[in-house]
């Protein structure tokens, strides 16, 4: 498997050399720093080498160092008169950087015929440090003049001193991931902050999969929401980048958790069936369909099967081998019968919209009593500027508890195209209360154009609407954006409904 940085370096196309991708059997070749060499990513360690919270931890007896290897040609200027020709602090610091003037600590970075030797300063450390300042200072600090680092890389090492000697940033697609760890492990929060903003600088929805893994293992809030909502922006984009497959499943499962992706839901199977088989691989498992839904685990249950046509589910997930029998009976009963019977696999749309719910209401009063005999609840509307509507709010019934089946419509009016539907089911408290009925996807409502909004009830008489109003205005909080509803009588069989009384009196939108 390819490392994850690797293919952040690659996805950057910044750097003109690039580390060739090296081959795992498992996931933990991203993380380990033997393999990857100065690309590589650092991720927290067990051993006690690796614990920047104890000045212990970083100190081992340096017998049987090869001190030579990898030297990290520190300079060793002339002495004499030095800090003449600094006129200020901070040149005198930079000055020491990397310097044997004055150091009194070697610290011995990376590992095997990578191992570097660095020179540093205690007291510029301590400094800039808590970390250092407890190893050197602290009740339990080292007296030991030469440190082994075996779990940092030694480009990372140099970019923090850099940092704390100079306030310098030096990072790049090749080292950017493993200062992150550096800096982290170290506790120098305004150098992990230039690495966060590296990174969202170069977020793409090609590297999107790849550093919301990173964002996870480092635990960068920000940047994992960040990453999330370029994924929600760019779903294809990045299920089809190269580091989709090489993710674990705690990510996928937190982006197949998310409302807002902006793909239809036959895609995320087949992407979840590619990643599986990776998995697979990863642990050294037949890609037959027990074990991808093995490897699956919870991520299955997240795919929502209810939301595909019959065409889509026939066609695909119900030949995979990975649901079973019982699960494809069920879903195609789903599909095909009413009432429908409850599936185990989430039904609620995802909406590949952002921003905030809107909704509006036509009538101003309700009453009792409104019949169903198959014909369908019709009312024509038009708006002043591009929405997207994603349900209606029906009323329910007046005697108590009672589930309704609906199929609901937008008709686009002039050429009388079915711009979205739904066959669906709603279960309402026996108020006069709205109950919300979700479209699969949301529909694309332009300005100065007529739709009809239908809906159609099989279930005992209802409340319904009276009093309504023609215009319907709808002003956004934040903005003072105004979005005006026209609603007109729908010629034909409509069921009685119309823009006085009727059903359908809430749409719900997007703008």
């Not at 104890?54 to 520190?74: D, L, Y």
């Not at 929405?387 to 686009?412: A, C, E, K, R, W």
Request: net charge neutral.
């Amino acid at each position: 498997m390819r490392c994850c940085v690797c293919l952040f370096q690659q996805s950057l196309q910044c750097s003109p050399s690039k580390m060739a991708a090296g081959e795992s059997n498992s996931r933990s070749s991203c993380l380990n720093l033997s393999n990857s060499g100065p690309l590589g990513n650092a991720p927290p360690s067990n051993s006690a080498h690796s614990s920047p919270a104890s000045s212990g931890g970083a100190v081992a007896a340096a017998g049987g160092m090869n001190r030579s290897a990898g030297n990290a040609n520190p300079r060793s200027e002339p002495v004499y008169n030095w800090q003449a020709t600094k006129s200020t602090v901070k040149e005198r610091f930079a000055f020491l950087f990397n310097n044997e003037v004055l150091s009194d600590v070697h610290f011995l970075v990376g590992k095997g015929m990578g191992v570097q030797r660095i020179p540093a300063h205690r007291f510029a450390l301590a400094v800039g440090s808590a970390v250092f300042d407890a190893m050197f200072n602290g009740g339990m600090a080292t007296t030991s003049t030469e440190i082994e680092l075996p779990d940092v890389e030694p480009a990372a090492f140099l970019a923090l001193l850099k940092f704390l000697y100079s306030d310098e940033v030096q990072i790049g697609p090749e080292t950017v991931m493993t200062t992150l760890y550096s800096a982290k492990k170290y506790a120098v929060p305004a150098l992990e902050a230039h690495c966060v903003e590296f990174l969202k600088k170069n977020l793409r929805a090609d590297n999107a999969f790849m550093l919301l893994t990173q964002a996870r293992l480092f635990d960068e809030p920000q940047l994992a929401s960040l990453c999330l909502e370029n994924i929600d922006k760019n779903t294809a984009d990045a299920l089809a980048a190269e580091g989709f497959t090489d993710i674990d499943l705690d990510t996928l499962v937190a982006v197949l958790e998310r409302d807002t992706l902006g793909l239809r839901e036959v895609r995320l199977f087949g992407a979840a069936v590619r990643w599986a088989e990776a998995e697979a691989q990863r642990q050294q498992l037949q890609p037959t369909p027990e074990n991808k839904r093995r490897v699956l685990g919870k991520a299955l249950s997240l795919i929502r099967f209810p939301l595909m046509t019959i065409e889509e589910f026939a066609a695909g997930p119900a030949q995979s081998g990975i649901l079973t029998d019982r699960e494809v009976v069920s879903l195609f009963l789903h599909f095909t019968v009413n009432p429908k019977p409850h599936v185990e696999f989430i039904d609620r749309p995802r909406c590949c919209l952002r921003g905030k719910e809107c909704s509006i209401t036509r009538f101003s009063q309700v009453e009792s009593r409104w019949g169903y005999s198959g014909t369908s609840d019709r009312i024509r509307f038009s708006v002043n500027r591009r929405i997207f509507v994603v349900g209606f709010g029906l009323y329910g019934s007046i005697h108590g508890p009672t589930d309704y089946q609906v199929n609901i419509q937008i008709i686009h009016t002039d050429s009388n195209t079915v711009l979205g539907q739904n066959d669906t089911g709603f279960s309402c408290d026996g108020t006069a209360s709205t109950f919300r009925v979700m479209f699969k996807e949301p529909v694309e409502i332009l300005p100065s154009v007529n739709y009809i909004a239908c809906a159609t009830l099989k279930g005992p008489d209802s409340h319904y609407g009276t009093k309504g109003m023609r215009k319907v205005t709808h002003e956004a909080p934040a903005t003072g954006t105004k979005t005006c509803f026209t609603f007109c009588y729908a010629a034909g069989n409509n069921n009685g409904t119309s823009v006085e009384d009727g059903q359908i009196p809430e749409v719900i939108f997007y703008t």
